[in-house]
């Protein structure tokens, strides 16, 4: 039932405290919530003033690699999906988090340290549609 | 200074994303399996995040101001929409088909693998249809995404 052999509870803590402080500098420096999706949505509706500091959240993300590989090997990246699901999953997840107002960031980690409803919904919403997805998709139609 | 904080929070919540093993698409698919061979890490991910970030968001309610003086933008949304449910719904079925979000997505772009360039790319597209469908619904006036609205 449990997979013991990728159970790694303490990188994922140690993790989820970086993730945690990313987001608290974000609050507490800039006024802002560390939620991903609306802080990309925002530049394709850029506004006067409210550009910049996106941009610079979003470089930090991606340069997080770089940083990373200076200290150590990057962990494993195992992408399985070919790239027809991958480009559809891609255009439901950016639809999605837009329309609904939120990520796993946003809603997720902010939304639920906020104690917000909306933000609960939300998170609850998309991981027992996620839970859903997954079910029907290697265990009702057997793909892997 | 704001740029700079603003690089390093994303910096940190990327290395973040790196370390506890988010951006693992396969690691993620392995944590929404619970019919499966369940991996519950990524839960631990959760409650790290959040131990930290529920501080930090008790003292920006005390504040009016961020630390570097520009306002505290925290969204006053209560209602709970179709929208919303709506698009997470949506959001579910894409984070469960290939096991990747919008954080790790552009994380993985960073890595330089080919497929996580592919991903954004396609969030980014639908990230476009949605601000397409958003101007022809009210072609006048643009309205603001909930979340956005600022106290």
């Known amino acids: 039932m449990f997979d013991m052999s990728h159970f790694t509870p303490l ?11 990313g987001a608290a500098l974000l609050i507490l420096f800039n006024g802002r919530i560390a939620g991903i999706s609306g802080i990309v949505g925002g530049l394709l509706r850029p506004m006067a003033g409210d550009v910049t500091w996106r941009v610079a959240f979003v470089l930090g993300l991606v340069m997080a690699p770089l940083l990373y590989r200076l200290i150590a090997p990057l962990p494993e990246l195992q992408i399985d999906a070919g790239y027809p699901l991958l480009i559809g999953a891609g255009i439901l997840v950016g639809v999605g988090t837009r329309y609904g107002s939120g990520c796993t960031s946003g809603h ?13 919904v939300a998170t609850v919403v998309f991981m027992g549609v996620g839970f859903i997805t997954v079910f029907v998709i290697r265990h009702l139609l057997g793909v892997n | 200074m ?34 499966g061979a369940w991996d519950p890490s990524l839960a631990f991910v959760m409650v790290g995040a959040i131990a930290v970030a529920a501080v930090s968001f008790q003292v920006s309610r ?26 997470s719904m949506l959001f579910g079925i894409g984070w469960g088909l290939a096991g990747i979000c919008p954080g790790p997505a552009l994380v993985l772009m960073g890595s330089g693998i080919l497929k996580g360039v592919v991903f954004v ?12 469908l958003e101007r022809q619904r009210r072609p006048e006036s643009p309205v603001p995404i909930p979340e956005n609205k600022t106290r």
């Open chain 2, 121 to 132: 790319m396609a969030m980014l597209a639908g990230m476009g249809l949605f601000e397409r």
């Open chain 1, 11 to 21: 990188s994922a803590l140690l993790g989820g405290l970086l993730i945690g402080t």
């Open chain 2, 62 to 87: 005390t504040r009016t101001r961020s630390l570097l003086g520009l306002p505290i933008n925290l969204p006053t949304a209560r209602h709970i929409d179709r929208r919303l449910v709506v698009g």
């Open chain 1, 108 to 120: 997720g980690v902010c939304g639920l340290s906020r104690l917000s409803p909306r933000s609960t």
């Open chain 2, 2 to 35: 704001a740029l700079f904080s603003a690089w390093m929070a994303g910096l940190i919540f990327g290395l973040g994303l790196l370390v506890s093993g988010m951006t693992n698409p396969a690691k993620v698919l392995g944590f929404l399996d619970v019919a």
